[in-house]
């Protein structure tokens, strides 16, 4: 990891992080580092690929229940940088794990498919993004509700 | 369409473009998308709009205008209404 600028380790470490489960972070490290050696048989460059598939999952808008008058309307408003990135994980490795339970493969077999897809703009949270950014654009009308 | 509180009226309005930030053009982004069936490839300009503005609200601290409501009971206090 030594020349890699902050923002590039801070996302392996988010990774790492998001799908640890009793703290067992090895294993987790285990299964990311073997997506990216899968990664590194298509792409030469695997971090930029990486960062390229966040980027293109990361959503811009979302919607929040806020009640104005005992009716809650779904108001959209911008997402903050650090929680795009978040979001964008945490997407990324749900759909993964959907993959893994639909057609009973290993995780990193998944997630190297859910990356590939996400950095050619297709695939299961691509599709989640496309769907909160509709949610928003319909519910544009009640954006002067948003205080924020 | 203002509130008095005692001699001093209070305009809302004044309030609204400090408290919400980058309104027009996340509206215009959402139009864009609406426009063209959620497709953002379409809304390249819009988008950099948006993020360009989000990333000018960085430094800007929390409670820069507090609300109306704020002032109100500031106003009362120190008249004793």
């Known amino acids: 990891m030594g020349d890699f600028d902050g923002e590039q380790k801070e996302l392996i470490k988010k990774l790492v992080n998001f799908r640890m489960i009793d703290g067992k972070r090895t294993r987790v490290r285990a299964i990311v580092y073997k997506t990216f050696h899968r990664l590194a048989r298509t792409e030469r460059d695997v971090i930029k690929l990486m960062v390229d598939a966040v980027d293109n999952i990361k959503p811009i808008c979302e919607v929040v229940k806020v009640g104005v008058a005992g009716t809650i309307y779904d108001v959209p408003g911008i997402v903050a940088r650090d929680r795009q990135q978040t979001l964008a994980i945490r997407w990324i490795f749900g759909a993964a794990f959907k993959r893994r339970i639909s057609y009973r493969i290993s995780l990193e077999k998944c997630l190297f498919a859910e990356i590939l897809d996400a950095y050619r703009k297709r695939g299961i949270s691509r599709k989640r993004r496309g769907n909160l950014h509709g949610l928003a654009s319909t519910n544009r009308s009640f954006a002067h509700f948003r205080w924020w | ?81």
Do not use: W
């Not at chain 2, 609204?16 to 980058?22: A, E, N, Q, R």
């Not at chain 2, 430094?59 to 008249?79: E, M, S, V």
């Open chain 2, 1 to 81: 369409m203002g509130r008095k509180a005692g001699a001093l009226y209070i305009n809302p309005k004044k309030f609204g473009g400090v408290t919400k930030p980058c309104m027009i053009e996340m509206v215009s982004f959402l139009n864009c998308l609406a426009l063209n069936k959620q497709n953002d490839d379409k809304c390249v300009r819009q988008k950099d709009l948006l993020v360009a503005c989000a990333q000018a609200q960085k430094g800007r601290p929390k409670n820069a205008a507090k609300t109306i409501n704020y002032h109100l009971q500031r106003l009362a206090r120190d008249k004793g209404i």
